[in-house]
């Protein structure tokens, strides 16, 4: 059984996968892919256009010309690991080519370490290109430079991130997101749609949509109409939703803040007919009012409450995920235990919990009452050991029960798979123990769930 909780860093990104092969002569680019699953959808476009101009693409220092760091900037632990893995790039290949969040700050990198070839910043695809071009210049062969439909992916081939759009509009006083990536920038529904139907075409079986706020997509757009097949659609995440479902593979939407209209995807999630999931991660970042209007956030903590029970009572499936804060500036014990008394009610089924720490160019670095850093310890160990009771106990509901997984990976041992309510890399698992060796990655099965632990099921074939 696994003791230990699903990985909650929202830093570190899904192990790197990338393709082999490589013709006589030509140039080789590799590439460390850190942060969010955002930045790994950079690091897939990147790709996509490296190899459509026949760069191949090596697994290892060694055999590559240059190396490209895709960087994460969000906290300073993330961008002290950023900073590590350039100097091992730069120890290993020394040809390194830095972008992503903490590119937006390139004095910061090149005071560390001065020898790298060129610094971007997050989402600037053109200039990555033209900084691997002079590098490295490249030697395309059209004959054999064939790019798969679906481009190049760093995730396994039957789930895939779906980006809908960059930037956010929200200024929490902890994060500096809209200062590094901008403001909100929404993709048109019609080109996400095309992009999603290339890759169901190609063999996904799950399309994990991400963006900085999800349930915002579209505003920046007024919700403007865009082309899709023989008529139109509306840039609004319901909408988007709707025929993302409608093209035959689980559709999981991440980063979701809960206006209200967010009430209007529970009925597509409750529809079996619909290939939306009922899983929403939702960041609501703490329970407290005082400690949320500190934070810059909507501060309706009881009102959460009464969605949360609205959207139960439409869809009784549904998992719901988030993420929070202990030990914000200020947090008094008393806004601490109002959300333990938050989480007891609420019983969210999968819960992710950071220690504050201070960002560089952050608002909340200015707050006073910063607290110890024992004190911020403690409090994260309270909070994991009730989140932890209470995913055990939600877990433990599921046994008797018949529930679809998908399959991720087989070995000796077991099949490891996931339920609609697991995320890849972020939540939990269902492991099959009996009978899997004829199931393959990607495969979609019934299981009778006859075991649950902490974080995780075991389920047999039915």
């Given at each position: 059984m696994s003791e230990n909780p699903p990985q909650l860093r929202p830093d570190i990104a899904p192990a790197i996968r990338l393709p082999e092969a490589r013709r006589p002569g030509q140039p080789m680019v590799g590439m460390v892919s850190l942060g969010c699953p955002k930045a790994l959808v950079d690091s897939e476009r990147i790709l996509t256009r490296l190899r459509a101009e026949g760069y191949g693409v090596s697994p290892d220092y060694s055999g590559a010309d240059a190396v490209i760091v895709n960087t994460c900037g969000f906290l300073d632990s993330a961008k002290a690991e950023s900073l590590e893995a350039i100097g091992e790039a730069l120890a290993e290949n020394g040809r390194?080519?830095?972008?992503?969040?903490?590119?937006?700050?390139?004095?910061?990198?090149?005071?560390v370490h001065p020898r790298v070839l060129a610094v971007t910043g997050p989402h600037q695809y053109e200039q990555v290109l033209d900084a691997v071009h002079k590098a490295v210049p490249?030697?395309?062969?059209?004959?054999?430079?064939?790019?798969?439909?679906?481009?190049?992916h760093l995730t396994p081939r039957h789930y895939s991130y779906l980006k809908i759009s960059e930037g956010c509009n929200h200024k929490c006083k902890f994060c500096i997101i809209?200062?590094?990536?901008?403001?909100?920038?929404?993709?048109?529904?019609?080109?996400?749609?095309?992009?999603?139907?290339?890759?169901?075409?190609?063999?996904?079986?799950?399309?994990?949509?991400?963006?900085?706020?999800?349930s915002a997509y579209g505003l920046d757009r007024k919700h403007a109409m865009s082309t899709w097949k023989d008529g139109e659609i509306r840039d609004h995440i319901l909408d988007l939703s709707r025929e993302l479902g409608r093209l035959g593979a689980w559709v999981r939407l991440h980063y979701v803040y809960p206006y209200p209209?967010?009430?209007d995807l529970i009925p597509l999630m409750a529809d079996p007919e619909n290939g939306l999931l009922p899983y929403l991660d939702i960041p609501f970042q703490h329970a407290h009012p005082d400690t949320l209007k500190r934070m810059a956030r909507p501060a309706a903590a009881a009102r959460t409450l009464d969605e949360i029970a609205a959207w139960r009572a439409i869809c009784?499936?549904?998992?719901?995920?988030?993420?929070?804060?202990?030990?914000?500036?200020?947090?008094?014990?008393?806004?601490f235990q109002t959300l333990l008394d938050w989480l007891d009610e609420a019983q969210l089924d999968r819960v992710g919990c950071f220690k504050y720490e201070n960002v560089d160019g952050a608002r909340a670095n200015d707050l006073p009452d910063h607290l110890p850093d024992e004190v911020k310890q403690d409090r994260w160990n309270r909070f994991m050991e009730k989140a932890q009771a209470i995913s055990e106990a939600r877990l433990q509901a599921r046994v008797g029960r018949r529930i679809e997984v998908i399959v991720d990976e087989i070995d000796g041992e077991a099949a490891t798979c996931r339920t609609m309510g697991d995320a890849p890399e972020i939540d939990g698992h269902l492991y099959i123990d009996e009978g899997f060796q004829d199931l393959s990655p990607g495969d979609i099965v019934t299981v009778e769930v006859d075991e649950a632990g902490e974080y995780d099921l075991w389920g047999r074939r039915v």
């Open positions: 390194v080519i830095v972008t992503g969040c903490l590119g937006a700050e390139p004095d910061y990198i090149t005071g490249p030697a395309p062969d059209p004959f054999v430079d064939l790019v798969p439909a679906s481009g190049v809209p200062d590094m990536r901008g403001r909100l920038v929404s993709r048109p529904a019609g080109s996400v749609l095309r992009e999603a139907e290339r890759l169901v075409g190609a063999g996904v079986k799950e399309l994990l949509v991400i963006s900085q706020d999800t209209f967010v009430r009784p499936d549904l998992t719901l995920r988030s993420t929070f804060i202990v030990g914000y500036p200020g947090e008094t014990e008393a806004e």
